[in-house]
């Protein structure tokens, strides 16, 4: 049997060396000049494979627990075996996200290359597919330079997210040509925009605080970790965890920033209070508890003039200090665009798929796997490893299991 694989991303290669594993032919077609462009770019160029602590809660779609056959039976543990068993190395940091033991992503598209390099599977680069369609023989697959003739066929384009690097509408045009249907397509793991002025004269400085993005006054998301502040807003971890879906509905969007998530306010204004007897200068009062830039924008976000020595700060100069510091806003204007995300929200109707097959409810023979789909995760790991576990499911059922 031949299996034909279109996307050469994670999810395509996963499902191309599980559908291999049957001994069917598999043809890998990848529109770039190499597989894993996209791969080589998560995590920083360190790839965060997965993570130990994955919760199905950590997904989201319209029908979340469409993923939980997927992650249940090639679940974190396996994943880790198999990459094992490719010759990777991984470390697993306190946070449960696990990277190669090489701190770079280049160790994880190199395993999986090699492994690819195999009598049964032919990787077909610059094989921008073009058209897909169901015949009597199969699926004949379609490009400008060739088609080939496949009995079953795997969606595993990916999403549109990170289109600089490989992101496309292909597997949607290519899925909704069967007649599937998708969700709206939104940016999702993604830096936003603020319309604060003061984001630019902090470009570049990172915290670690705790992020609460408010809209209407409601409280709509939050989480703790590293901030970065960029020419036109807010970005960083912290920032990826919290940003699905902000400003997609009219309204008022604001993050608020504690920049010192582990230190009560009280016990905060104490000590600023002790630090008063010091001979520091206002604008340099918050030295050696935030970075330099930071505290001084947040001193003149107190409304406190820097021109003076700090021991003349008086009781409410401090209190509003201290306030600021554990409950900075900054108004939030939109996300940046596909072309700025690391995953796309939305995608194919899950529903019109198998849960425990990756087949298409609607064309028998033809699979999908992966950001094509109606779900997407949380940053840390879980997205890449729904790649892994859907691509895996889809080759295996594809190739008829072994």
Sequence with gaps: MKIGIIGGGASGMAASLWAAKSGNEVLLFERQARVGRKLLATGNGRCNLTNTKLDFSNYHGEDPDFAKYALDSFHVSRTLRWFDSLGLYTVTEPSGRV???????????DVLRFALQRENVQLLTDFEVVKARKTADGFLVESKTGQHLCDRLIIACGGLAG???????????????????ATK?????????????G??????????????IYHNGELYSESTGEL????YGLSGPVIFEISRDVCQKAGQWVCKLDFLPDIALGALEANL?????????????????????LGRVLTQAAQ????????????????????????????????????SAQVTAGGILTSEFNPETMESRLVPGLYACDEVLDIDGDCGGYNLQWAWSSGAVAGLNAGGKV
Excluded at 185 to 197: G, T
């Design 228 to 231: 970065q502040f960029t020419q």
């Design 273 to 293: 209070q002790n630090r008063r007897n010091s001979s520091l200068p206002v604008e340099d009062f918050l030295t050696g508890i935030l970075h330099n830039r």
């Design 199 to 212: 984001c630019a004269s902090l470009k570049g400085v990172r915290a670690n605080c705790h992020a609460a």
């Design 163 to 181: 289109t600089k690097l490989g992101g496309t509408m292909s597997g949607y045009q290519l899925l909704r040509s069967f007649g599937h249907h």
């Design 304 to 339: 406190i003039r820097g021109n003076r020595p700090a021991s003349e700060l008086t009781d409410l100069e401090i209190h509003d200090l201290c306030e600021t510091v554990k409950g900075f806003e900054v108004p939030l204007t939109e996300t940046l665009g596909m072309d």
């Design 99 to 109: 990277y190669p033991y090489s701190d770079q992503a280049n160790s994880v598209v």
């Design 185 to 197: 397509l939104r940016p999702a793991l993604v830096q936003i925009k603020s319309s604060w002025q």
